[in-house]
C-alpha cells in the first residue's frame, strides 16, 4: 500500500523501508489540530498495512517538534471527548506498531507532544530540544500518556515536579536522566536519524517487533509471567523468514538480508 498523500498539515515521505511523518504547521509550532490527528490516523492506517516500511520517524517542520494541542481551534468544554478521540487511539497505535518507531524532537515538545513522543520506542532530539510538561499552566492534567511513560523513565519524584511545575527538560539532561536515548547537535539531528532509521529497518523487524511488545509487557507482568512470554515469542521468532537468513548468514560469514518476514 502506497503511503505517500498530498494534506494540509503533516508531510509524509517515504525512503527505502523508512517513512517521515513530520507535523506540518511551522507557523502554529505544529500544534494539533483536529483535522492533523485525522491526518496522522490516515497515514497511520497505510502504514500499518504496508509491508514495506519497516521503520517510521516521526519529526516537526520548522524550530520546533510540536506545542501540543491547539487550544484555539478546540471545544474546551469537551477535552476529554478529544483526549479519547485522538490521543489515545494515536498513543495506542505508537506503542503497539509492529515495526520501530522513532522520535526526531528538533525543538520544543510541549504537552501531549512531549507524551507523544516519549512514548515511541527511541527518542533522538536536538541539543537545542526542551521537552515541557505544560498542562499546569492552563490548569489540566497531562495526557498523551504522560502519567504513566514519565514515572517509568525517570521515577515518581521527577516525574511529580516535571508535571507539577511544567519545568523545561533540555535535551542533554533528558538524555542522563534515560528520559530518551541521545542527543545531539543540532545540525546532526537528520543525519543520525536517518542513519538510525536505516539501521532498524534494514533489521529482521519482525523480531524487533516481537522485542518491543515484550518490553511493554513488562510493565505489567511478574518475572514468572514474562519468563513464559520470552518463550513463546523465541519460539515465534525462530518460525521466521529472517531467522532463517540470520542463521545461514552467520555460518556462511555473510551479511544477512532480512525481508521483515
Known amino acids: 500500500m502506497d503511503v505517500s498523500g498530498d494534506f494540509q498539515d503533516i508531510l509524509i515521505n517515504f525512503d527505502d523501508g523508512v517513512a517521515w511523518l513530520t507535523f506540518n504547521r511551522p507557523e502554529k509550532l505544529n500544534s494539533f489540530t483536529a483535522n492533523m490527528h485525522a491526518e496522522v490516523r490516515e497515514v497511520m492506517g497505510r502504514i500499518q498495512q504496508s509491508p514495506a516500511v519497516r521503520c517510521l520517524v516521526i519529526s516537526g517542520a520548522g524550530r520546533g517538534f510540536s506545542a501540543g494541542q ?7 468544554s469537551a477535552l476529554g471527548a478529544v483526549v479519547e478521540r485522538d490521543y489515545n487511539p494515536l498513543l495506542r497505535t505508537i506503542t503497539t506498531l509492529n515495526i520501530p518507531v522513532i522520535a526526531s524532537v528538533n525543538g520544543v515538545a510541549a504537552g501531549a507532544a512531549a507524551n507523544l513522543a516519549l512514548a515511541c520506542d527511541i527518542v533522538l532530539a536536538a541539543r537545542s530540544a526542551k521537552f515541557i510538561q505544560s498542562f499546569h499552566h492552563v490548569g489540566l492534567v497531562p495526557d498523551g500518556g504522560g502519567t504513566w511513560t514519565l514515572p517509568r523513565l525517570v521515577g515518581m519524584a521527577r516525574a511529580t515536579a516535571l508535571c507539577m511545575t511544567g519545568e523545561p527538560v533540555t535535551a542533554e ?4 536522566w534515560g528520559m530518551i536515548w541521545r542527543c ?7 543525519t543520525e536519524t536517518t542513519a538510525l532509521a536505516h539501521r532498524l529497518a534494514n533489521q529482521a523487524t519482525v523480531g524487533l517487533s516481537y522485542t518491543k511488545m515484550l518490553l511493554r509487557f513488562s510493565q505489567t507482568r511478574t518475572l514468572e509471567d514474562q519468563l513464559n512470554l520470552e518463550r513463546d515469542f523465541q519460539e515465534a521468532a525462530s518460525k521466521t523468514d529472517d531467522f532463517s537468513e540470520g542463521v545461514d548468514a552467520f555460518l556462511n ?7 521483515g518476514r
Not at 184 to 190: A, F, I, R, S
Not at 253 to 259: D, T, V, Y
Open 173 to 176: 539532561r533528558a538524555e542522563n
Open 253 to 259: 560469514k555473510r551479511k544477512p538480508s532480512f525481508q
Open 184 to 190: 545531539v547537535d543540532d545540525e546532526q539531528l537528520k
Open 70 to 76: 491547539d487550544l484555539a481551534e478546540v471545544d474546551l
